[in-house]
């Protein structure tokens, strides 16, 4: 599987950007996909993920009610959402997949990852 995201950028506080992650090699509604990210001189943390099927989605408290993740699997696109941005969202912003069922909030529980897109958020 390969996981090409795109969509990053600068943005004021309160603003929004979409992230978009295209998945080759693989049926896309065959995997579990997530949202983590990583600011400089941190670890990757989770953000967000969707079940195979689209009907569960889990978010970290940080994000919980101002990013919505959603899928495309006749386009085999990953949505990332992300609304009332602030200053702390600044990150390399990184998609991942997985075969498995369970929507782990762990960076072991992903096969597969994207390269990142650098989202800024200026206050």
């Known amino acids: 599987v390969q996981l090409q995201a795109s969509g990053g950028g600068l943005v004021q506080a309160e603003g929004s950007l979409r992230l978009s992650c295209a998945a080759t090699?693989?049926?896309?509604?065959?995997?579990?996909a997530g949202w983590f990210r990583q600011a400089p001189g941190k670890e990757r943390e989770f953000v967000g993920v969707?079940?195979?099927?689209?009907?569960?989605?889990v978010y970290a408290d940080s994000v919980k009610g101002r990013f919505t993740i959603s899928r495309d699997d006749a386009k085999n696109l990953l949505i990332l959402q992300m609304n009332s941005l602030k200053p702390t969202d600044t990150a390399k912003y990184f998609c991942?997949?997985?075969?498995?069922?369970?929507?782990?909030?762990?960076?072991?529980?992903?096969?597969?990852w994207g390269q990142g897109t650098q989202v800024t958020v200026s206050s």
């Open positions: 991942a997949a997985t075969h498995r069922n369970s929507a782990s909030r762990t960076t072991s529980g992903y096969e597969w």
């Open positions: 090699g693989r049926t896309f509604s065959d995997l579990t």
């Open positions: 969707i079940s195979k099927n689209g009907v569960t989605t």
